[in-house]
């Protein structure tokens, strides 16, 4: 596994961070077995989905991929109280209370059959949910292999290394980088620490901007507890793509003003620094399953011209993508890569993620992914919208999770009742606030 990835696994057993990639499939005809089965055939030619977590022995070295059979338990079919999306929706909280051991699989596909009642959909609908580990994937290639498996197209087989490495061989290979991993760290980690002075410096000259501010604490960043509360704003993509601004940013400035409006209905006052911790992908090729950043981006609620707004919410996204992509990003990455297993294993155990800061990075979590043109097929029927939600976290007790398919988009939101135990309200504020600003981006 590289670095980056051995992290999020370990994290994880800290802080779960599954991730539930939901696929709205309309007017399905085949029988849920026979979906079963036509799903199992597919994603034993994906070869993401064939492989699982495997530590080193006494955790000497990072872990590694090994090969997984896939078979009928990673299919699992649940039976509503009642056929409706409501329940559905209740199915869905659920399983964001559980979470993989990716040392046994680190994906789980769960089907809902016949649901009435869903969005885009007169008829009968089958709901897909693909739980996936994060040490598997980011948001964007787990949307990719989501795609391959719903695909109406042929997979070609794809070959995966179908060995599996003793306990021996593995230390035989962690005992002979050793040498050139302590070389690496002296070397990387000089260049790492030349590099932040250059970022250091480039940021007092104004080249790149300066590290966004921390905000303050408002009731969206209370440890959330183990409930979890989900609801989908499934809205016509058109109802984001006005203004000039992208669907993120325009998503992100009806999220500022249903998150305004919330405080103000309780009583709370908004803070002008109110912003939101938002996932950006790194510059290049990918070299780690996992190749995203996150960052601060304003929100902005002090500004009553929505657009406005979202022009300052635009201008602070370039910023930190600007500063995301200046060189001291990859010399870390590759300073990371260069630290010796145990050395990372230890530094995640000796963290307190428990901890409550005075101030955060964000006073929400928003991912945005476009997942791509609606062509996607299951049993017969054609996907109508998709949605994700990204995981709360001891800080963090309300994400908002925005996912494109053709012409739908909607804003996941997760949330703790702790927090938001009236989340059907806030549901109807975010509803009210893409009304407004689509009208005001007109």
Known sequence: ??????????????????????????????????????????????PDLRIRIRESPWHLDYPVWEPMTVDESLIVVHELAEPSWRSCIGSVEVLLESHLNPRTTPWTLHLFDGVTGTPRSDGRATIAVLQVSHSLADGKRASSIARALFSAGDLAPAEIDGRSSGALEILGRAALRLPGQMFSLFRDGRAGHRAQLQLQSDTESGIVAPQAPNRPRVVFNTPPGERRLVRMVVRDGSDLRGGGVSVTVAAMTAISVAMSNYLTVHDVPVPAELGAEVTI??????????????????????????????????????????????????????????????????????????????????????????????????????????????????????????????????????????????????????????????????
């Not at 596994?1 to 994880?12: E, H, K, L, Y």
């Not at 007017?27 to 979906?35: A, C, G, N």
């Not at 428990?354 to 964000?362: I, K």
């Open 281 to 442: 992908a790194k510059p290049g090729s990918p070299t780690a399953r996992n190749h995203f950043r996150n960052a601060g981006v304003g929100l902005f609620p002090d500004i009553s011209d929505l657009r406005e707004r979202a022009a300052r919410i635009e201008e602070s996204m370039a910023e930190r993508r600007a500063r995301a992509a200046h060189h001291s990003g990859a010399a870390s990455d590759r300073a990371l890569d260069a630290v010796p297993g145990p050395l990372v294993r230890w530094g995640v155990q000796q963290y307190d993620f428990t901890a409550v800061p005075a101030e955060v990075t964000g006073n929400t979590v928003v991912s945005s992914v476009a997942r791509g043109d609606a062509d996607l097929v299951l049993g017969g029927g054609t996907v109508r919208f998709t949605a994700g939600f990204p995981s709360l976290s001891p800080v963090m007790s309300l994400t908002h999770g925005v996912h494109g398919i053709g012409d739908t988009v909607t804003i996941g939101i997760t949330a703790s009742p702790l927090s938001i135990p009236d989340v059907d309200v806030y549901e109807q504020m975010m509803h009210d606030a893409v009304d407004t600003v689509r009208d005001a981006l007109v």
């Open 1 to 46: 596994m590289r670095p980056t990835d051995a992290q999020t696994f370990w994290i994880s057993e800290k802080i779960p961070n599954d991730q539930l990639l939901l696929y709205g499939f309309g007017d399905t005809r085949e029988s849920v077995d026979d979906i079963r089965r036509t799903v199992l055939e597919r994603a034993a030619l994906i």
